[in-house]
T-cell receptor, first 111, second 115 residues
Framework: QKEVEQNSGPLSVPEGAIASLNCTYS??????FFWYRQYSGKSPELIMF????GDKEDGRFTAQLNKASQYVSLLIRDSQPSDSATYLC???????????FGTGTRLTIIP | DVKVTQSSRYLVKRTGEKVFLECVQD?????MFWYRQDPGLGLRLIYF???????EKGDIPEGYSVSREKKERFSLILESASTNQTSMYLC??????????????FGPGTRLTVL
């Protein structure tokens, strides 16, 4: 059974600080990784995806992937109250259309 | 903009009823998915379709069936609703592998309550 694990939180971070969200995966065949943000009562929306080892930056967001350690993270710089949401990590195997989701980390940005 | 729509935002049904949840996407995506989302359990895949009339079981297909007669529409059917099927149901679509992007786009969700 493929597993994607996330700390459920809640994770509380002061406004303006860096929020760090972590995710580990069990299947070494996983190739691509997705970070979704889900506001309360809303559906998930994609923030970033990453498939190469290293860092990928998009504005205030940086995704990091370490395939040797089977570890993915999302950093949010200059955290804003609007970043308060649940963040879902998902893994995709090579050649597979399906995603395996973690249970999500609830992030609260404290003004 | 990609748009995935679901027929109802909220639905209340009685135990034993047959329930239809409809999902429509307007991006000509090949792939469509049905998930349920429960607190502490995350998103779990019920069924997946990669083409018209093609379907594949996900992780929790028991008690559900699906229908995809047209590319843009994917229906989830609860043959005989039970209280343990009370949940948030999310539909998603995505282009095929090999596209420049492969993200799944989600609909707004249907919160189903079975009494």
């Amino acid at each position: 059974q493929k597993e994607v694990e996330q700390n459920s939180g809640p994770l509380s971070v002061p406004e303006g600080a860096i929020a760090s969200l972590n995710c580990t995966y069990s299947d070494r065949g996983s190739q691509s990784f997705f970070w979704y943000r889900q506001y309360s009562g809303k559906s998930p929306e994609l923030i970033m995806f990453i498939y190469s080892n290293g860092d990928k930056e998009d504005g205030r967001f940086t995704a990091q992937l370490n395939k040797a350690s089977q570890y993915v993270s999302l950093l949010i710089r200059d955290s804003q109250p609007s970043d308060s949401a649940t963040y879902l990590c998902a893994a995709q195997d090579f050649g597979n259309e399906k995603l395996t989701f973690g249970t999500g980390t609830r992030l609260t940005i404290i003004p | 903009d990609v748009k995935v729509t679901q027929s109802s935002r909220y639905l209340v049904k009685r135990t034993g009823e047959k329930v239809f949840l409809e999902c429509v996407q307007d991006m000509d995506h090949e792939n469509m998915f049905w998930y349920r989302q429960d607190p502490g359990l995350g998103l779990r895949l019920i069924y997946f379709s990669y083409d018209v009339k093609m379907k594949e079981k996900g992780d929790i297909p028991e008690g559900y069936s699906v229908s995809r007669e047209k590319k843009e529409r994917f229906s989830l059917i609860l043959e005989s609703a039970s209280t343990n099927q009370t949940s948030m149901y999310l539909c998603a679509s995505s282009p095929p592998l090999g596209s420049s992007y492969n993200e799944q786009f989600f609909g707004p969700g249907t919160r189903l309550t079975v009494l």
